[in-house]
């Protein structure tokens, strides 16, 4: 999927998609540990309420990041010969 020559757009991509992860995969962890046993505490609704624009925004960042990798990476032109300088 992402073969040929990386470019700086393809690297910036890969940063934005892992602190995306990163932000995702935390607000999940908080979700599961915090309140996991607890349901006559726990209000659905307050809470997701609050995490929605969280998760959102990390998922549209992963998809941005993912795109920019696509499109970074420079595949090779087939069927022409490179010319070696030297």
């Known amino acids: 999927m992402f073969e040929g020559q990386k470019t700086d757009v393809f690297w910036l991509g890969l940063i934005i998609l ?4 990163i932000a995702l995969f935390s ?6 540990v915090t309140y996991h ?10 809470y997701w309420k609050y ?16 795109y920019m990798m696509k499109s970074g990476a420079k595949k090779k032109e ?6 070696l300088t030297q």
């Not at 892992?18 to 992860?21: D, F, H, R, V």
């Not at 046993?37 to 307050?46: I, T």
């Not at 995490?51 to 993912?66: E, H, K, Q, W, Y």
Request: glycine share 14%; charged share 5%.
């Open 18 to 21: 892992g602190l995306a992860s």
């Open 27 to 32: 607000t999940m962890w908080y979700q599961i």
């Open 37 to 46: 046993g607890y349901p006559s505490y726990y209000n659905w609704d307050g």
């Open 51 to 66: 995490m929605v624009p969280p998760v959102v925004g990390a998922i549209l960042f992963i998809l941005i990041g993912l």
């Open 78 to 83: 087939e069927g022409k010969t490179q010319l």
